[in-house]
């Protein structure tokens, strides 16, 4: 019967790790698929980022109303991995990227972000006024 219990635990122990094996593998591979792609200058950042869930084939968790206000900057990406374009893109906005559970968010950086990145550039912000 210890045999049995101990064999049990063994391939409980072993599935738990290829799961968690297989989810970070996951996440690293999302932000490391290469594409090709042109962004356009009259083109809008959603719109990129739609194109760019075409291509991996997997939905972006994203607000589109936050994006209306930004251009995307216009580029020819060859072989570009998708961490690559969401960095230039997303460079001089007030957004940032993650993958949580192998899936790819786009959202507002908090508070504490953007004073910190201010903070780099000399720039500081009182953020306890309405």
């Known amino acids: 019967m210890y045999k049995i219990e101990k064999l049990f635990r063994c391939f409980f122990l072993s599935s738990l790790l290829l799961c968690f094996y297989i989810t970070t593998a996951q996440a690293q591979s999302v932000l490391q698929k290469k594409l090709n792609l042109k962004v356009y200058a009259s083109e809008r950042l959603e719109s990129v980022i739609f194109r760019i869930e075409a291509?991996?084939?997997?939905?972006?968790g994203f607000k589109v109303v936050d994006?209306?206000?930004?251009?995307?900057?216009p580029a020819d990406y060859k072989e570009a991995t998708v961490s690559q374009i969401l960095d230039e893109q997303l460079e001089e906005t007030s957004f940032a990227y993650s993958v949580n559970k192998g899936k790819l968010f786009?959202?507002?950086?908090?508070?504490?972000?953007?004073?910190?990145?201010?903070?780099?550039s000399s720039v500081t912000f009182d953020l306890s006024q309405p």
């Open 67 to 73: 994006f209306i206000p930004y251009k995307a900057k």
């Open 106 to 120: 786009i959202k507002k950086k908090t508070d504490k972000q953007l004073v910190d990145r201010n903070r780099r």
């Open 55 to 60: 291509n991996l084939g997997i939905r972006i």
